[in-house]
């Protein structure tokens, strides 16, 4: 499989080469449009490595297919087992979708992230890995990230991409309760596009503050 990648660098990146030990997952909250427009508007001060959209079409804003990591601006606080700030090890790949709670992931976006995985376990040996893969979620659920969400498949993403490596567990911290609540937004969503769009990006902020009122609860 041959997937043709958009390059469209961003100036919202470190110039030095990273370590790649992790690769984290988003989900954009905002169509391909906004997103592009967020991540090239050095004002946001946000970035990811790569962008692929509905139909499987991949952008690469940050440099990180040909063997070579810039240190993308993803992550942002965040912590893995004692590893904190990911940033200065990882690569973010951003899928196009308004709440990964809310709505399922395309085929394409599979066949894609398979596609990329293959050049990734070739350039980055840690990458090879199941356990070095990861969500954004799981890395800053305690300040109300919440993607990729509960409609990603990692048991189907990690069949396809490490089919004889045992599977780590991913669970989502979106709770039951605030996904079925989240669903019945769709009911509400605006027609145009240029609404629709800024109207999911709200609802995925209230989702991020009500996941970090509930970290914080717990804790």
Not at 76 to 97: A, F, K, P, T, Y
Request: proline share 5%; net charge negative; charged share 25%.
């Amino acid at each position: 499989m041959t997937l043709n990648v958009n390059r469209v660098k961003t100036a919202n990146r470190d110039d030095w080469l990273i370590p790649v030990d992790y690769l984290v997952i988003h989900y954009t909250a905002v169509d391909l449009k906004d997103t592009l427009d967020i991540f090239m508007n050095p004002e946001s001060c946000v970035s990811s490595h790569l962008v692929i959209d509905t139909d499987g079409e991949i952008y690469e804003l940050v440099d990180c297919l040909n063997g070579h990591a810039y240190r993308g601006w993803h992550a942002g606080v965040s912590e893995w087992e004692g590893v904190q700030g990911l940033n200065d090890c990882s690569i973010g790949i951003e899928l196009v979708n308004y709440n990964g709670n809310v709505f399922p992931f395309t085929e394409e976006q599979y066949q894609s992230l398979h596609w990329v995985m293959a050049r990734f376990k070739e350039h980055y040996p840690n990458l090879r890995n199941p356990e070095r893969v990861i969500g954004h979620e799981h890395i800053a659920g305690f300040r109300g990230k919440a993607d990729p969400g509960v409609l990603f498949d990692w048991s189907r993403f990690y069949q396809e991409n490490y089919p004889t490596l045992t599977a780590p567990l991913r669970p989502a911290v979106c709770p039951k309760a605030l996904q079925e609540s989240l669903m019945q937004l769709k009911e509400s969503e605006p027609e145009s596009q240029a609404a629709k769009s800024q109207f999911w990006r709200s609802v995925s902020l209230l989702t991020e503050t009500t996941v970090r009122l509930i970290e914080e609860a717990k804790g």
